[in-house]
């Protein structure tokens, strides 16, 4: 195989952010999985549903990397990108973000159902529509960012069942409020870089970081309440209940840390406990509505 081509494969994946929307399908598989219980499981629509938010998440970011391609450029840890770096156009990557995008929409709606279809439809227009663009205007847009963000695991769960539910939202409300902590650490360790772009989060507006602590350690404290209420909702059982209890004091004791001192150290440990705490979490509520 030629370099030529190893570089537009690794340029493709790149566009695509494939590690990220790994997590969403993972995340939408969770979903499907906890909503299909009791239900004979439909291999083609569940393949369906992969594929076609696989498909849709690869089209948000390639327009993501269309619309920031002049901030990419700015910052060092997204400088190489293709197309900053000039190994790719921004109109083959919208080329790309178009095909992708709808092909995955046409993949939700007609082999899937029509209300994942329109959360994933949702899922386009509030992160390339509404988030993107946002992002360069106020802080507030990590929270708008959050939206698309946790829509996979409710899409997971009407992807199984046609309808939204109590289960179906509280998928969605963990999965928000996990993203703030997580998000927030990230922009912290990347603080300097998010300012020489000119974007105004939190972590470069609140140059002691106080406000950015503050606001980690808060949502990392209610996430722990609302993570064990799929016990309570009967979408899990008492082993979920400790194992979640555990695992989000955990992470708050991460986030209170940052609160504590605000340092790298303590960022990069809550940044690192987040992606622990998810994955943890969504294996524990699946094996402990499935054994």
Known sequence: MSTETISLREDILELAKVRIVGMSVTMAAMGYVLGIVGQPFDVVRFIALIVGL???GAGCGAWNHVLERDVD?????????????????????????????????????????????VLGFLTFV??????????????????????????????????ATGYLGLE????????????????????????????????????????????????????????????????????????????????GLAFFACALALWRRRETKQARRLFFASLVYLPALGLLL??????
């Not at 699946?286 to 054994?291: E, I, V």
Request: glycine letters at 10%.
């Open 54 to 56: 696989f498909l849709l």
């Open 168 to 247: 179906g939202m509280l998928l969605f409300g963990i999965l928000f409020l996990w993203q703030i902590p997580h998000f927030l650490a990230l922009a912290w360790l990347y603080r300097e870089d998010y300012a020489r772009a000119g974007f105004p989060i939190l972590t470069v507006l609140d140059s002691a970081g106080t406000q950015t602590a503050r606001q980690a350690m808060v949502y990392a404290a209610v996430l722990v309440p609302l993570s064990v209420i799929p016990t309570i909702a009967g979408l899990a059982g008492s082993r979920y209940f400790v194992g979640a209890l555990i695992l």
């Open 73 to 117: 450029a700015r910052m060092r840890r997204t400088a190489e990108r293709p197309i900053p770096a000039g190994r790719m156009s921004w109109q083959s990557a919208a080329i790309f973000g178009t095909l992708t995008t709808v092909v995955g929409l046409t993949c939700l709606f007609g082999a899937v159902n029509w209300l994942t279809g």
């Open 126 to 159: 509030s992160y390339v529509v509404v988030y993107t663009p946002l992002k360069r205007h106020t802080s507030l847009a990590t929270l708008v960012g959050a939206i698309p963000g946790a829509l996979p695991p409710l899409m997971g769960w009407t992807g």
């Open 286 to 291: 699946c094996l402990d509505r499935w054994l």
